[in-house]
């Protein structure tokens, strides 16, 4: 089992960039596969971005790729999602996720383990 915490999050302005971060409390995220999603009021909750146990394979929603990078560093036990040229669309809170399976999933329903969340709000 894994616990997991984000922090990072906060209140930027258009084209601004913010890095998140994924900390285990308890557990070692090396044993997963570790995923962003992000929702906004009232929308589902949407896949942005993951990485294989081992940092090598990255996966992106079309909408972050290119402006978004994943990694991981497995010695600390963090995962990172570094966000440039944000827009007000990217405002929603960011959940860090990870799926034991070893695949990298897009679908929120694969991922065992879940934080609390960071909220990221992007102004015009």
């Known amino acids: 089992q894994v616990q997991l915490v984000e922090s990072g999050g906060g209140l930027v302005q258009a084209g601004d960039p913010l890095r998140l971060s994924c900390a285990a409390s308890?557990?070692?995220?090396?044993?997963?596969?570790m995923g962003w999603f992000r929702q906004a009021p009232g929308k589902e909750r949407q896949f942005v971005a993951a990485?294989?146990?081992?940092?090598?394979?990255?996966k992106y929603a079309d909408s972050v790729k290119g402006r978004f990078t994943i990694s991981r560093d497995n010695a600390k036990n963090m995962v990172y999602l570094q966000m440039n040229s944000l827009n007000p669309e990217d405002t929603a809170v960011y959940f860090c996720?990870?799926?034991?399976?070893?695949?990298?999933?897009?679908?929120?329903?694969?991922?065992?383990?879940w934080g609390q969340g960071t909220q990221v709000t992007v102004s015009s």
């Open positions: 308890e557990g070692t995220l090396s044993n997963y596969v």
């Open positions: 990485i294989s146990r081992s940092g090598d394979i990255t």
């Open positions: 996720a990870a799926d034991r399976s070893g695949l990298l999933f897009m679908t929120s329903y694969n991922y065992d383990y």
